[in-house]
């Protein structure tokens, strides 16, 4: 129990264009979403947490209109990365916590974004 | 602000050996929870095991253990046994009670587990 999905795994887009990663909970339903982004051989940096039917919380110095967050039901949120550019290339983490088990993330596998 | 502290950026342990991971913390808090992830070279982020403070009793999972010490605020993870598989980056979490569920992580180890 308790998986996460992302879609997709891997994207490659050019500079200017706009790209959107799923992030699902499979089996359970999720109260709370978070999404991160980690550069290599560093740690996870949270960059939002979504909450189901309301706005997304970004953290300090996350660009809310370059990175579009939408948790429109118990089970999806979006990150829609707008205007990606080369620097944007990174790996994204979301996960999710469930009604019952309030205390525990389960993450996704991640999604490699690549701007060219 | 809370945060987590992992002094070894890297470590290797022969296989079948025992080997422990350092993680210390910094919070006012009374009430909270500890982590211990896994990423492996899939780069899937996987719980190991979990710490409720209020415990006394150090939390084990079959070959990994917990140490525990709420006054130092350290919290060092033992892998028992180890296997090839262990190979990974090892992240130590903190989640207070009242944060939402938010999870501050430290900078990882990286384990290699060697033939």
């Not at chain 1, 948790?71 to 990606?84: C, G, K, P, R």
């Not at chain 2, 992992?6 to 009430?31: F, G, H, I, W």
């Not at chain 2, 996987?46 to 710490?51: F, G, K, S, Y």
Request: aromatic share 12%; charged share 15%; net charge positive.
């Amino acid at each position: 129990g308790a998986v996460v999905s992302q879609h997709p795994s891997r994207v490659i887009c050019k500079s200017g264009t706009s790209v959107k990663i799923e992030c699902r909970s499979l089996d359970f339903q999720a109260t709370t979403m978070f999404w991160y982004r980690q550069f290599p051989k560093q740690s996870l940096m949270l960059m939002a947490t979504s909450n189901e039917g309301s706005k997304a919380t970004y953290e300090q110095g996350v660009e809310k209109d370059k990175f579009l967050i939408n948790h429109a039901s118990l089970t999806l949120s979006t990150l829609t990365v707008t205007s990606a550019h080369p620097e944007d290339s990174s790996f994204y983490i979301c996960s999710a916590v469930s009604g019952g088990n309030q205390e525990t993330q389960y993450f996704g596998p991640g999604t490699r974004l690549l701007v060219l | 602000a809370q945060t987590v502290t992992q002094s070894q950026p890297e470590m290797s342990v022969q296989e079948a050996e025992t080997v422990t991971l350092s993680c210390t913390y910094d919070t006012s808090e009374s009430n909270y929870y500890l982590f211990w992830y896994k990423q492996p070279p899939s780069r899937q982020m996987i719980l190991v095991i979990r710490q409720e403070a209020y415990k006394q009793q150090n939390a084990t999972e079959n070959r990994f253990s917990v140490n525990f010490q709420k006054a130092a605020k350290s919290f060092s993870l033992k892998i028992s046994d180890s296997q090839l598989g262990d190979t990974a980056m090892y992240f130590c979490a903190f989640m207070k009670y009242s944060a939402g569920n938010m999870l501050t992580f430290g900078g990882g180890t990286r384990l290699m587990v060697k033939p």
